[in-house]
């Protein structure tokens, strides 16, 4: 399969800043072997989608209904009606700063996949979890809990561990790919032979500089990036290691 690096901007952008990045991204040359997705804040998605080129549009989050009287939330169907291919589930943020559980996250990528729209499912452990040595069984439930009768040819997992999100620390390429294997076989436990076609990126302070080692390793099929992927040329650099590994 070809790699997969998802851009993640959170809540960060202006329209000068969607200009400025499109400008750039369009000015570099293309890439092979690799996917590239870009999850803007919901009021750039159409002046994203008008304007990239080589790019699929993916958003950060959806509702957990389809329509209704949820002011401020939206559906699934409606990020589809976007032009919307992936949809982030579950990120760490969502579950600490927000609440979200296992529960609410399988429902959001069931309403995802439902909407013929790939659910990037999120897992990963705290520090305490992984001083204490229960990462991999905290990682093991939330994946069972999180992808319940969620369809595995719409699925991609994306493994961040907490403690290497926007604090400048990244798990070493034998930690993280050590916990891809792990995934790996809770998936063809839960899918079959299905689980093997499963993508699964990491997702922990990727940077240029950490990229290439990091895509070298055999269990890790991309990146979801955050702040790197604030800059044109520091993301494709990142999803050009990617499609060099995949070459």
């Not at 329509?67 to 409606?78: H, I, K, L, P, W």
């Not at 959001?108 to 790939?118: D, L, M, P, Q, S």
């Not at 990126?201 to 290439?212: D, F, L, R, T």
Request: glycine share 12%; proline share 4%.
């Amino acid at each position: 399969m070809a790699g997969l690096v998802i851009a993640n901007w959170k809540m960060h952008g202006s329209t000068a800043a969607v200009a400025e990045f499109v400008d750039q991204w369009n000015r570099l040359p293309p890439l092979g072997h690799v996917d590239t997705v870009i999850c803007p804040p919901y009021p750039y998605l159409a002046a994203v989608a008008d304007a990239m080129t080589g790019m699929v549009l993916g958003a950060q989050n959806c509702a957990e209904a389809d329509q209704g009287a949820f002011t401020g939330e939206v559906s699934a169907d409606m990020l589809a009606d976007w032009g919307c291919r992936y949809v982030l589930v579950g990120h760490s943020e969502r579950r600490s700063l927000y609440g979200e559980g296992d529960a609410q996250v399988a429902i959001k990528a069931r309403r995802v996949t439902a909407a013929g729209i790939k659910a990037v499912v999120c897992v990963g452990e705290t520090l305490d979890n992984r001083e204490s040595g229960g990462h991999e069984a905290v990682v093991g439930r939330q994946l069972q809990a999180s992808l319940a009768e969620v369809p595995a040819a719409e699925l991609v997992v994306a493994y961040e561990p907490v403690w290497a999100i926007g604090t400048g620390r990244v798990a070493t390429p034998e930690q993280a790919d050590g916990m891809h294997a792990v995934i790996r076989a809770h998936l063809h436990e839960q899918y079959g032979d299905a689980g093997n076609d499963v993508p699964i990126v990491y997702g922990g302070s990727v940077k240029p500089e950490n990229a290439a080692e990091l895509f070298q390793c055999p269990n890790i099929d991309g990146a979801l990036v955050g702040g790197a992927s604030l800059d044109a040329g520091s993301f494709w650099q990142i999803a050009s290691a990617m499609g060099a590994g995949r070459a």
